[in-house]
């Protein structure tokens, strides 16, 4: 191939047959299950990079199933998010994910910066309550329960919270294994259409693996559980924090 047709062909990896194709990402009948728990101060600030700014030692415990996502397929994601405050402006920050399908993993992390890793996440109905488990390989790693709808929420509060800005730490290696991008990303959710909320009690326990470390913020007290389900658009993000530059700009 000509390398003025490498310029103009190239989006992602491989060349001639990219391994998740362009956006935009809408998903449809997106269902979160969302358990929000306190943890140790000190584990936080450990994992989260500045200038992110942690208010409380608050988690949320996310279980995301994605059945009909376009370019992406149907999937199932687990992880962990963390409310920060970037320039006074309160946000989330992705802390890691877990999930069960390539191209998002592939997609995720060379578009946005997603700190995504394969894993088994599922969750399964068992009778009057929803159980989420993760696995790596066969490792358990997570497992929660969850009443089944036990309270219906207005809807509305939740989808202005899904409007907030998302932070992630884009971290891409040049080929000599220095950092090449090393990026605070802010990217949004946009057109979302609410189609049902819910509040529920929840237990979750943690469970230490050396791959899967998301027993390193662990639960001291389970503060809430939610269940929604959206049609939402993943927009592409921008870089609001450049770490190798010396300013950050
Ligand atoms: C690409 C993705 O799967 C992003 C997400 O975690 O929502």
Redesign the pocket.
């Known amino acids: 191939m000509k390398i003025a047709d490498v310029r103009s062909t190239a989006f992602a990896m491989p060349l001639t047959n990219p391994a998740y194709p362009r956006g935009p990402?809408r998903?449809y009948n997106r269902e979160f299950i969302v358990i929000t728990y306190r943890t140790d101060r000190a584990a936080l600030e450990a994992v989260v990079p500045e200038p992110l700014e942690i208010d409380e030692p608050i988690v949320k415990y996310e279980f995301?199933r994605?059945p009909d996502?376009t370019g992406?397929g149907d999937?199932t994601?687990t992880g962990q998010v963390i409310p920060v405050t970037y320039k006074g402006e309160k946000g989330a920050y992705?802390h890691a994910?877990y999930?069960d399908d390539d191209a998002?993993i592939a997609?995720?992390r060379e578009?946005?910066g997603?700190p995504?890793k394969l894993a088994s996440p599922k969750i399964e109905h068992d009778g009057d309550v929803i159980v989420c488990t993760l696995r790596y390989g066969k490792a358990l790693c997570v497992s929660a329960s969850v009443g089944y709808k036990h309270r219906i929420l207005e809807a509305a509060p939740i989808a202005q919270s899904l409007t907030q800005p998302n932070f992630l730490l884009k971290i891409i290696p040049h080929v000599d294994g220095s950092p090449r991008v090393l990026e605070l990303v802010r990217y949004y959710m946009t057109d979302i259409v609410m189609k049902g909320a819910w509040a529920s009690p929840a237990a979750i326990d943690l469970y230490s693996h050396v791959a899967c470390d998301v027993a390193r913020l662990p639960v001291r007290e389970v503060i809430s559980a939610v269940h929604f389900s959206a049609d939402l658009t993943?927009a592409l993000g921008e870089v609001v924090f450049d770490y190798l530059a010396p300013d950050g700009a």
């Open positions: 990402y998903f995301i994605m996502s992406f999937y994601e992705v994910m999930l998002p997609g995720g578009l946005w997603f995504k993943l």
